[in-house]
Nanobody, 126 residues
Framework: QVQLIESGGGSVQAGGSLRLSCTIPGRTFTGYAMGWFRQVPGKEREFVACISWGGGTTHYADFVKGRFTISENNAENTAYLQMTSLEPEDTAVYYC???????????????????WGQGTQVTVSS
């Protein structure tokens, strides 16, 4: 089991931006589909965005389309979630995840992800 390392969370005002980063420690960034999820207390974790290995294909939840962008930098072994036009409703703990091999089809189901990060808090104030 590998725990992914996330960073970049914080507090911003509505309309602001944040960029989350996710690294797979000790591994070459090869063969993984990467995803971002979020969770608020009392609710189930929900899908935000995912990207195929090599970055050729992305998929977003409807509520973030046009505001969030997922990307990856293979040379840095890092995936990113650029979040713009943030809203108070985006307040949550954000998790990154890796689907090793992406054998389960596209987009991966939440259950397809093998490794997860510890989560990073994003707070958006009005």
């Amino acid at each position: 089991q590998v725990q992914l390392i996330e960073s970049g969370g914080g507090s911003v005002q509505a309309g602001g931006s944040l960029r989350l980063s996710c690294t797979i420690p000790g591994r070459t960034f090869t063969g993984y589909a990467m995803g971002w999820f979020r969770q608020v207390p009392g609710k189930e974790r929900e899908f935000v965005a995912c990207i195929s290995w090599g970055g050729g294909t992305t998929h977003y939840a409807d509520f973030v389309k046009g505001r969030f962008t997922i990307s990856e930098n293979n040379a840095e072994n890092t995936a990113y979630l650029q979040m713009t036009s943030l809203e108070p409703e985006d307040t949550a703990v954000y998790y990154c995840a890796a689907d090793v091999g992406n054998f389960g089809g596209w987009p991966p189901r939440q259950s397809d992800y093998d490794w997860w990060g510890q989560g990073t808090q994003v707070t958006v104030s009005s």
